[in-house]
């Protein structure tokens, strides 16, 4: 595991690495104050990178409870030898087939390619399958690193089935969402759909209830 950490060169998980090898550990506070406001991100780069951390709970400065992450060093995984960087050429070809769109919301912008079964429980053992990979916009791949991070199956199990059959993997057959069971659904209005839109949104003002509110309540009518 030493040549993995000796390798590493990401800003971020450098700074990681390096306060754990100094001080044996680096807390979420710590992380704070250097300036990463989603600590667990930072963590998630440095197991990107195949080196297993542990996370372990101790008592932050305001006496509450917070993470602090050390090296597993009992915990190198064959098949995370670190996230490999996808060639721009096949990255725009992937962005191209997929209708240069996002699979969740079909948005067009900040198009990102993404591992469908999260790198943090399959690494790349998932490389030869039909499509390891999927498209999202920068805001849903925000939304699906925040919901895998906090999902049971990613904590504790990392069974790569339970993956396969959640909304953020196969949003056009699942059978739940992060372990929730919830059906989903985004509505992108564009152009002269605006004015529905608008229209629903004044609806759902005037009643007191979310735009989603609005329109599965126009549903039931």
Not at 48 to 64: C, D, Q
Not at 92 to 106: F, P, Q, T, V, W
Not at 111 to 120: K, N, S, T, W
């Amino acid at each position: 595991m030493s040549e993995r950490i000796a390798a590493v060169t990401n800003k971020r998980a450098k700074i990681v690495v390096d306060t754990i090898k100094k001080n044996g550990s680096i807390s979420t506070e710590e992380l704070k104050k250097i300036g990463y406001d989603h600590p667990p991100r930072a963590a998630r780069d440095v197991r990107e990178l195949g080196i297993p951390l542990k996370t372990t709970f101790v008592t932050s400065s305001n006496g509450k409870r917070m993470g602090a992450y050390s090296f597993d060093t009992e915990a190198v995984e064959a098949g995370k030898l670190g996230r490999k960087t996808l060639p721009k050429k096949i990255r725009d070809r992937l962005i191209a087939d997929a209708g240069s769109k996002c699979n969740l919301d079909e948005a067009t912008h900040h198009l990102q390619v993404d591992h469908r079964i999260p790198y943090e429980v399959a690494g790349e053992t998932l490389a030869h399958e039909k499509e390891p990979f999927q498209i999202l916009c920068g805001s849903c791949n925000r939304q699906k690193s925040w919901e895998c991070e906090h999902c049971q199956n990613w904590i504790d199990k990392k069974n790569v089935e339970v993956c396969r059959t959640c909304y953020w993997a196969s949003s056009e057959k699942y059978t739940h969402v992060a372990l929730r069971q919830e059906r989903r659904i985004d509505i992108v209005w564009t152009g002269g759909e605006v004015r529905d839109f608008e229209a629903v949104s004044s609806r759902a003002s005037k009643n007191n209830r979310s735009v989603a509110d609005e329109v599965k309540s126009e549903l039931k009518s």
